[in-house]
């Protein structure tokens, strides 16, 4: 059943204001759990980097490189996001992205070497790329413009949940089974949650489509179409772009190095035990899921009680993100192991809310029906931080003289980098002022 119909069949959905909020939330929910699904891929790789390194022979620059080759696909991906949107319905769109993700992670299992292990990650990256933006499109056509902060923590927070519930489990799998086995795990669970998709998904009122545009009565889309449509390169050229796109790149760079590395990082440069250092990958995601989750729902009742957009979507986020920085550039002064776990967990916490809040103020900037291609190309520039960090930090370790010394100059370096985003993000953005200026350059060329 294609979107057309099933907005045919939930008359409840076709005007903003009027739809069931358990169905809203319910929905977001099925959504999360893609992303869970999501990150719990991207995040196996640093699970079963040392039994694998240890099989195939591999270095630390070769599993650095593996994990920058995907974040180098997930960008190019990401860049999709915006053209599927208008290909396919988004109920179609990522179950295509599901189903390819759960295929993507077997050819390691039945052919072991360093060349597949590239071509599978590669393959991917690409598919993950504009999930991103179409989970988000699909969230928050279930929730208005003011209150989807708390909405998009969600989504965020599936990287925590990935880290806290799915990596001790993918660990204890990995070191009980096998790392093939973590792999047909993965790809068991990705096919679970299409039979899921497919039977529950409807897309809510606050977002529109040409296609759906054609269906739903005139007065539930009047506001969409008094909105026309705004050049692309004038959005992406506003200050808030820019400076968001650099702010999240520099967070974004320490979730792909923490994805990729921090395991390794617990065990062979801190002397954790393998099954301890998949179990500790949790600690720095609690803290990030906690911060995430009660920032972003304060926020959402600040603005909702008349505080400005930028207070609550650009000077929060950016304080948090030098905060962040601040703990990460201490890292390699620290000489106890757990307070270097510690430290990591609590400065990788304070750069978490950055990106719900960050993707929500973007969202701004954009009529509702270009939301997908706006935060396609927003993540995806996101995503060049996740290109950098992962082969960097392998570059580092195999340098450095031991390999815990060079993880904590990449932890540095990843700090100073944040810190100057987050300043330049505190001196740029401004949704409000750009939204103002991109709406106003319009009508007047109109």
């Given at each position: 059943?294609?979107?057309?119909?099933?907005?045919?069949?939930?008359?409840?959905?076709?005007?903003?204001?009027?739809?069931?909020?358990?169905?809203?939330?319910?929905?977001?929910?099925?959504?999360?759990?893609?992303?869970?699904?999501?990150?719990?891929?991207?995040?196996?790789?640093?699970?079963?980097?040392?039994?694998?390194?240890?099989?195939?022979?591999?270095?630390?620059?070769?599993?650095?490189?593996?994990?920058?080759?995907?974040?180098?696909?997930?960008?190019?991906?990401?860049?999709?996001?915006?053209?599927?949107?208008?290909?396919?319905?988004?109920?179609?769109?990522?179950?295509?992205?599901?189903?390819?993700?759960?295929?993507?992670?077997?050819?390691?299992?039945?052919?072991?070497?360093?060349?597949?292990?590239?071509?599978?990650?590669?393959?991917?990256?690409?598919?993950?790329?504009?999930?991103?933006?179409?989970?988000?499109?699909?969230?928050?056509?279930?929730?208005?413009?003011?209150?989807?902060?708390?909405?998009?923590?969600?989504?965020?927070?599936?990287?925590?949940?990935?880290?806290?519930?799915?990596?001790?489990?993918?660990?204890?799998?990995?070191?009980?089974?096998?790392?093939?086995?973590?792999?047909?795990?993965?790809?068991?669970?990705?096919?679970?949650?299409?039979?899921?998709?497919?039977?529950?998904?409807?897309?809510?009122?606050?977002?529109?489509?040409?296609?759906?545009?054609?269906?739903?009565?005139?007065?539930?889309?009047?506001?969409?179409?008094?909105?026309?449509?705004?050049?692309?390169?004038?959005?992406?050229?506003?200050?808030?772009?820019?400076?968001?796109?650099?702010?999240?790149?520099?967070?974004?760079?320490?979730?792909?190095?923490?994805?990729?590395?921090?395991?390794?990082?617990?065990?062979?440069?801190?002397?954790?035990?393998?099954?301890?250092?998949?179990?500790?990958?949790?600690?720095?995601?609690?803290?990030?899921?906690?911060?995430?989750?009660?920032?972003?729902?304060?926020?959402?009742?600040?603005?909702?009680?008349?505080?400005?957009?930028?207070?609550?979507?650009?000077?929060?986020?950016?304080?948090?993100?030098?905060?962040?920085?601040?703990?990460?550039?201490?890292?390699?002064?620290?000489?106890?192991?757990?307070?270097?776990?510690?430290?990591?967990?609590?400065?990788?916490?304070?750069?978490?809310?950055?990106?719900?809040?960050?993707?929500?103020?973007?969202?701004?900037?954009?009529?509702?029906?270009?939301?997908?291609?706006?935060?396609?190309?927003?993540?995806?520039?996101?995503?060049?931080?996740?290109?950098?960090?992962?082969?960097?930090?392998?570059?580092?370790?195999?340098?450095?003289?031991?390999p815990a010394e060079g993880y904590a100059t990449a932890f540095q370096a990843l700090g100073l980098v944040a810190a100057a985003s987050a300043v330049l993000a505190?001196?740029?953005?401004?949704?409000?002022?750009?939204?103002?200026?991109?709406?106003?350059?319009?009508?007047?060329?109109?």
């Open positions: 059943m294609n979107s057309v119909a099933l907005v045919g069949k939930n008359k409840e959905n076709t005007r903003p204001g009027s739809e069931s909020r358990v169905r809203a939330w319910s929905l977001t929910g099925v959504l999360v759990m893609l992303y869970v699904i999501n990150y719990a891929d991207k995040a196996v790789l640093g699970i079963i980097a040392q039994p694998l390194a240890k099989e195939l022979g591999l270095n630390a620059s070769q599993i650095g490189l593996i994990g920058s080759l995907f974040f180098l696909m997930f960008t190019i991906g990401g860049f999709f996001a915006g053209l599927l949107n208008r290909w396919m319905s988004l109920r179609w769109a990522l179950l295509l992205l599901a189903l390819v993700w759960s295929v993507a992670v077997l050819p390691l299992v039945l052919v072991a070497s360093f060349a597949v292990l590239i071509g599978s990650r590669m393959l991917l990256g690409l598919a993950e790329g504009p999930s991103s933006a179409l989970i988000h499109t699909g969230v928050y056509s279930w929730h208005p413009v003011a209150k989807r902060g708390f909405p998009g923590a969600l989504i965020a927070s599936a990287a925590s949940i990935a880290k806290i519930a799915i990596a001790p489990a993918l660990a204890l799998i990995t070191v009980t089974l096998g790392w093939r086995a973590a792999m047909v795990a993965l790809s068991i669970a990705g096919v679970l949650w299409c039979v899921l998709w497919l039977t529950t998904w409807s897309e809510g009122p606050y977002l529109t489509n040409r296609k759906r545009d054609q269906t739903v009565s005139e007065g539930a889309n009047e506001a969409f179409e008094t909105e026309p449509d705004v050049p692309w390169l004038r959005i992406f050229r506003t200050r808030t772009f820019i400076a968001g796109a650099l702010l999240v790149m520099s967070v974004y760079a320490l979730v792909a190095m923490v994805l990729t590395w921090l395991p390794s990082y617990f065990e062979v440069g801190l002397g954790y035990t393998r099954l301890q250092a998949g179990s500790m990958f949790a600690f720095p995601s609690i803290s990030a899921l906690v911060l995430m989750l009660g920032t972003t729902a304060v926020c959402d009742r600040l603005l909702s009680r008349g505080s400005s957009v930028r207070l609550v979507r650009v000077i929060v986020p950016a304080v948090g993100v030098l905060i962040c920085g601040v703990a990460l550039i201490s890292v390699p002064y620290i000489g106890s192991p757990a307070a270097a776990v510690l430290i990591i967990s609590v400065g990788y916490g304070f750069g978490g809310p950055a990106l719900p809040l960050l993707n929500a103020a973007i969202s701004e900037l954009c009529p509702p029906r270009q939301t997908a291609g706006t935060l396609g190309v927003f993540l995806a520039l996101m995503a060049v931080g996740g290109l950098i960090a992962p082969y960097a930090t392998g570059l580092l370790v195999d340098a450095a003289s031991t505190l001196f740029w953005a401004d949704p409000e002022r750009d939204k103002r200026l991109v709406r106003g350059e319009v009508a007047a060329a109109a």
